[in-house]
């Protein structure tokens, strides 16, 4: 009787030790890329790499991550929320696609701490710009059109997303996603890819929408051409313009964002927009209008790279550099049309006191009317902010780019990229995060390495 007592709880004893031992060791340890133990940590710093360079771009990139090495075939996800991502069953808005179809993924981190982008409020709703190049993602993985392309929320939540150009052979691919950035902290979205069954879920009208408050927005990536609305507007708004002059070389890949646009004084080659689309522009009270621009020179007085004419919204050069007052410096101005027929310009007093937008460098510039305040920003800082009046735009004059429409002598010559006009009152956080995610040099985003789900 003692012996087969014994044997019962011998055995007993056996068979929890196996169950603990099965339980440890069917699932390993998450590793991070160099192969160290992960538990329950976020990858380490050898696992998600800051953009090559420090965080410089590649030209005319939003980003250009260094990609680090893949995670191991078949290693286990982080255990954090990434991880419980990587094989989220969501297909709401993946084309139809549960995510753990999607072969590849990579955490996209976003850091709004002094550290990285300085943007210590919230901004909701923002296209967030992310370029793709040969360091940060491996084209041969995803389909040529980048239709098996998502960006998600940790947990798999899809997130509206546009490929704005997807170029496989030359490695460049730009998405941009609508995404609540947070102020002073950091955050997590994925970047999945490799499923062959995936259908396209690029959807501009919804990155850039209407109800948000945007007008137009112009990414300026076309090739050039003179047909009738080859510039596509982003938005649903379809204020598609047209290129007046310019040839098949008025692109060029060294874009802020992806391709831009390149312009020519001599040929006086300008956008425009033609029709009927143009009533949408004529906003006053509330209206933000942006757009990067690359001055090769300034060839004459009041350089024009966005206006409705100049009886309606305009941002302009004050005179030419060698006005007195300039110092030779080369001044911007924003205007407006008063309700009493004459021009309420937000400019420093003396102009000279103004930020020096010499030719050869980026510059993006962000003009909001706030009625009756009127406010300019230069790369994410508020270059003057004057009191107006009342104001109203005239209907006459086309929305141009590249040129002021009433005074067509004004035309540009350089670059000019990610042109947008939105009918509400931006505030500096939005001015200095569309500065600070775009620039060269952007420390706001950067991208994991690769790892795989099968």
Known sequence: ????????FASLLLVAALGAACSSGTTPAPVNAAGASAA?????????????????????????????????????ANAGAAGSAAGATSAGG???NALSAFRYYAELKLDTTPAGANVTADVTKYPLAIVLRADSFDFTQAKPDASDVRVTTTDGAPLPMEVESWDAGAKLGVLWVK?????????TLLLSW???????????????????GFLGVWHLAESGSTAPGGYKDATATGADLTGLLVTADSVTAAGRIGKAVSLDHSKNQWLRLDGAKNAAFDVFTHVTYSIWTYASSYPGQYTTPFAKGDNSWRVHMYGSSDWGENA????????????????ECAINEPPSKGSDVAPGQWFHWVAVFDAPKLTLYLNGVKEVSIDGGTFKSDSTYPVGIGNNS???????SGYLDEARVMGVSKDQTFAQLEYESQREGQKLLTIGVKQQRF
């Open 1 to 8: 009787m003692r012996l087969a007592l014994f044997a019962s």
């Open 40 to 76: 329950g940590a976020p990858a380490s710093a050898a696992g998600s790499a800051p953009v090559a360079g420090g965080g410089a771009f590649g030209a005319g990139g939003a980003f250009a991550g260094s990609g680090g090495g893949d995670a191991s075939a078949g290693s286990t």
């Open 94 to 96: 993946n084309g139809g």
């Open 179 to 187: 995404v609540d950035v947070k102020g002073n902290t950091t955050q």
């Open 194 to 212: 490799g499923n062959a069954a995936a259908t396209a879920v690029s959807d501009s009208h919804a990155v850039f929408d209407v109800n948000d």
């Open 328 to 343: 030779n410096k080369h001044i911007v101005e924003m205007c407006a049309e008063s309700t009493g027929n004459y021009d």
């Open 406 to 412: 009433q005074i067509p002598s004004r035309s540009w």
